[in-house]
């Protein structure tokens, strides 16, 4: 779909209220949609796959040093045109161990150490690798300019 699309049908069947719209989606979760728009004055045809919004919302966190950290969640990655798995883990609340450390909100972290960390349980498994008092460098972005890498050393403390 493109900006502008006019959406006329799914599966064949008229569509002109948001409701109808709704209740096809809901119940389509997983499979996929036959849409008929219209793009430029003309009829067309697509497939689409309706993706299950509970499935690419985070549900799970790790607290650590008073920080709290979740997969990034499909609102942001679209609002920041990233990928939704792999980008990084977002950073919800900087606690005392990022502050200590520069780390901000709204950053991704990438790497721990030598350790990417693609999801919360990476970030776990390489926090773990190090004991407390060890200082490890720590690759991250910001969300919202995740061209730019910065490094920063975190001193582990997991006793906040």
Not at 23 to 52: F, K, N, T, Y
Not at 54 to 64: D, G, M, S, V
């Amino acid at each position: 779909l493109e900006p502008g699309d006019i959406l006329v049908s799914i599966n064949g069947q008229t569509v002109t209220r948001f409701t109808l719209l709704e209740s096809i989606v809901d119940d389509s979760v997983g499979e996929p949609l036959r849409l008929g728009i219209e793009r430029g004055g003309r009829r067309r045809d697509c497939e689409v796959a309706v993706q299950d919004l509970h499935a690419i919302t985070p549900h799970e966190y790790l607290e650590c040093g008073d920080a709290v950290f979740n997969n990034l969640s499909y609102q942001q990655a679209r609002l920041n045109n990233l990928r939704l798995n792999g980008s990084g883990v977002y950073v919800a609340s900087q606690g005392y161990i990022l502050r200590t450390a520069g780390i901000s909100a709204g950053s991704l972290i990438v790497q721990v150490g030598d350790r990417p960390t693609h999801n919360v349980r990476d970030l776990e498994a390489a926090l773990v690798a190090y004991a407390d008092g060890t200082r490890v460098p720590v690759q991250f972005t910001a969300v919202s300019n995740p061209a730019h890498r910065s490094v920063s050393m975190l001193r582990v403390d997991r006793t906040w």
